[in-house]
């Protein structure tokens, strides 16, 4: 039996055993070759920021809960001995987020959890900074039309990235790639303004992430595929670098 195996068959036995009530239950899977620190917004509660690679760590969810996950890269103190990240930055200077909105770009895994139905989408409204997927194990759809899919976007869109869309580091490097609206600041790619509703359509930056990540939003009313309703499910896979 895997280490990994090992831990989840724990943690649901002394659930059992304690008589524990067991919300929405997370698995978060770090496959990266370096270590990422989790942001949540709004906070989560007691979860591990700090991830190494090849961790693996199981966190209950209490619902009502609807925010947005992320990972944050490149962390350390800074010269002002705040600790600062290169891309998810939460600028709270410490560790934890304290539920603060993350430094674009970045790969945002969105949730809501309510009376045990669990929505949830990867989006990629705020841009890309490293690959995401969500698989729940076992549950159905809500609207009776099949299992829980899979959702992910496990390509490197730093392969694609226009020139005017990458975001670097203070060294100059590529870190990440920045979304059309909060690169440019256009409302047509922003869906504001006289863009909205209707008018709101998929753009020539967009079109180009879902070519590579088909199963993630690309522009703010993006609903293809749908943001999934999902209820029974034993658990949710989160892994971070799914190539």
């Known amino acids: 039996m895997s280490g990994k195996v090992f831990l989840a068959n724990l943690f649901l036995l002394l659930l059992l055993v304690s008589g524990g009530h067991s919300d929405i239950i ?3 899977n770090n496959e990266c070759t370096f270590t990422l620190w989790l942001g949540a917004n709004p906070s989560m509660g007691d979860f591990n920021s700090e991830n190494g690679p090849g961790t693996l760590e199981i966190f209950s969810l209490s619902e009502p809960w609807s925010g947005s996950i992320w990972a944050r890269t490149k962390c350390g103190m800074n010269a002002s001995n705040l600790f600062s990240c290169e891309t998810g930055d939460c600028s709270s200077g410490e560790i934890v987020c304290q539920g603060l909105q993350p430094k674009y770009p970045v790969t945002l895994l969105n949730l809501g959890v309510s009376q ?3 929505s949830y989408e990867v989006s990629l ?3 890309f900074n490293i690959p995401i997927r969500i698989q729940p194990i076992g549950g159905s759809l809500v609207d009776g039309s099949g299992p829980c899919p899979v959702v992910d976007c496990i390509q490197d869109l730093g ?3 226009p020139a005017e869309l990458v975001a670097k580091n203070q ?8 979304s059309a609206c909060d690169s440019l600041k256009d409302p047509k790619f922003c869906c504001t303004g006289s863009f909205t509703g209707q008018a709101c359509q998929p753009n020539d930056y967009s079109q180009r992430f879902k070519q590579l990540c088909n199963l993630a939003h690309t522009y703010p009313t993006d609903n293809d595929p749908p943001t999934y ?3 029974w499910a034993a658990k949710y896979e989160i892994t971070f670098c799914a190539f």
């Open 116 to 118: 045990s139905v669990v």
């Open 229 to 231: 309703r999902c209820s």
């Open 171 to 178: 060294n100059g490097a590529y870190v990440g790639c920045y």
């Open 125 to 127: 409204n705020h841009g």
């Open 26 to 28: 997370l698995h978060i």
């Open 159 to 161: 392969n694609v990235c």
